[in-house]
């Protein structure tokens, strides 16, 4: 209450300043108010709170006529320059809201980043070429108010409270092999016969623990550790491994669509690929945001949210699966 007291009072003392110096540059207390936007009425009690505050009269006032005192023309003096310098700020303020430029800091995850969201950078950068993007290639969802972060990206469940968030896609779980490892070793007809075959493993680069495959299974996402003969946090990396035809890997729909669609990867398992993860756009607030954020965000939006680049179909699914049996 007090704080909020005090904040009243510096946002009167303001308005009551600027009355007074633009009384005085019209010589006229009613334009002043007009000027300001507020009654005459306000404009004289504007003036008289500011005269009481200050303990000295500043102007000279009848009916007809406002001239200053010898303390008011002081007292312009004196106040003028840091009321413009003021007005300056509050204007360069609202040009930098308003501006597509400036810095623009993201955070996203490296194996999203480059895939998907890289495409949205590449066209923002050219259309608003005085934008300067910092980009922040992490896992995990920190302080992005410490961090100062405009826009954030996260895959998996959505960031917890303090943030807005928006679903762009769903993330689906597909077990894949390369055509050249179903024909050297087979390919698995369940879950359990993974623990015949050479799987890769995934190392969350934050917390470095080793994550479970999961599984859809009877309406429920069910959660395996699956022993790895190919271990490591980077998933361009894991991918890597499984289309060389070094093991089994179970990637996420971002990077196993266009390998499969290309033939280089086949979908194993498919009855049992997940989607209830996903891809969330995240921001701090829908108030005041910089014209270069909410730009961004309704460019990322647009051009990402409900994608099928990176999502298979059941159709697509059964098709590979076709193509591999026929192969077989």
Not at 15 to 39: H, M, P
Not at 284 to 303: E, H, K, N, T
Request: hydrophobic share 45%; glycine share 8%.
């Amino acid at each position: 209450m007090i704080r909020k007291q005090i904040d009243t009072m510096a946002f009167n003392e303001l308005r009551a300043i600027a009355v007074f110096t633009k009384a005085a540059e019209l010589g006229s207390l009613r334009q002043a108010g007009v000027s300001q936007g507020i009654t005459p009425q306000a404009a004289s009690q504007a003036l008289t709170q500011l005269e009481a505050h200050l303990g000295v009269r500043l102007f000279h006032r009848t009916t007809r006529r406002l001239s200053l005192t010898e303390e008011g023309g002081r007292f312009l003096s004196a106040a003028t320059p840091g009321l413009q310098a003021l007005q300056r700020a509050l204007h360069g303020a609202r040009l930098g809201r308003d501006a597509i430029a400036g810095p623009l800091r993201i955070a996203a995850p490296r194996s999203i980043m480059l895939p998907v969201l890289w495409p949205v950078l590449e066209a923002f950068c050219a259309r608003h070429p005085d934008v300067e993007p910092d980009v922040q290639l992490d896992d995990r969802i920190g302080d992005w108010v410490a961090e100062r972060v405009d826009v954030g990206f996260r895959a998996g469940s959505p960031p917890g409270d303090g943030v807005i968030a928006r679903h762009l896609l769903p993330l689906q779980l597909i077990v894949c092999a390369s055509p050249g490892y179903i024909a050297r070793h087979g390919a698995p007809r369940s879950i359990d016969e993974l623990a015949s075959h050479r799987c890769s493993g995934f190392r969350h680069p934050s917390t470095g623990k080793v994550m479970p495959w999961e599984f859809a299974v009877d309406g429920e996402i069910v959660a395996r550790d699956i022993a790895s003969v190919v271990l490591t946090n980077d998933v361009e990396l894991e991918a890597n491994a499984v289309v060389a035809g070094q093991c089994i890997g179970q990637l996420v729909g971002v990077t196993a669509a266009p390998l499969i669609r290309a033939g280089r990867l086949v979908p194993l398992l498919t009855a049992h690929v997940t989607q209830h993860l996903g891809l969330y756009l995240y921001y701090g607030s829908r108030v005041a945001q910089p014209a270069r954020v909410r730009a961004f965000i309704d460019l990322a939006v647009q051009q990402v949210a409900g994608s099928t680049e990176w999502v298979l179909s059941a159709q697509e699914l059964a098709a590979a699966t076709k193509r591999r049996t026929r192969r077989g």
